[in-house]
């Protein structure tokens, strides 16, 4: 599908929330996507924003952005957080807060990797047991979600789109984005098996 103008994109919601199919619903529109690329896209960003430079400024092969995050033993980078900065330096970007059912997405964590990152997780945040980590990203679900729409319900004239991944709004989509969307692109990828 040919794009004549492409707005930036942002997802500035959570990991395991559909972000690979993200990534191939507009990488088959035309967008030049930039997905995790094994934590150096969190890296980058977090670079950037510590130097007060533009962030990602120099990703210039680039104009579709998905999780960005680094979670190591040692690293605990989640890009979504600096939505207000990123939003500051491309106010014309559409920014997409994709989520799911809670109780499924930490089920999808805690069988992310093999069990890895969960115990990166404890790791960075002194935490003794699985209950632990549930009620901290419990407690930082609500958080981000309640922070970002109060932040863009504030910026009545961003491209904002609250993506629910199990009952997708296509149509705000497009209307962020500025085109259509053929939603034949929509494909579940990257699910965790239990």
Known sequence: MLIEKRHKIFQIGFNKCGTRSLAHLFRQHGYR??????????FALRHDIEAGRKPLGSWTDFDAFFDMEAVT?????????????????????VFIM???????????RFHHDDGQYIQAFKHHFHLQ??????DLW????????????????????????SFHIDT???EALQRAC???????????IGKTKP
Do not use: C
Not at 33 to 42: F, K, M, N, Q, Y
Not at 138 to 161: E, I, L, N
Not at 178 to 188: E, K, L, N, Q, V
């Open 129 to 134: 047991s699985d209950e632990e980590l549930r």
């Open 98 to 108: 994709n989520h799911r059912d809670f109780d499924d997405w930490a089920d999808s």
């Open 33 to 42: 996507v930039a997905h995790w690329e094994r934590g150096d896209l969190g």
């Open 138 to 161: 419990a407690h930082d679900w609500g958080a981000h979600m309640r922070d970002v729409h109060h932040y863009f319900s504030d910026q009545p004239q961003a491209r904002f789109v």
């Open 178 to 188: 500025g085109h259509p969307i053929d939603r034949a692109h929509w494909t579940s």
């Open 73 to 93: 033993h040692d690293t605990m980078i989640e890009g979504r957080k600096w939505f207000e900065p990123l939003h500051r330096a491309y106010p014309d970007a």
């Open 168 to 170: 997708p709004d296509f």
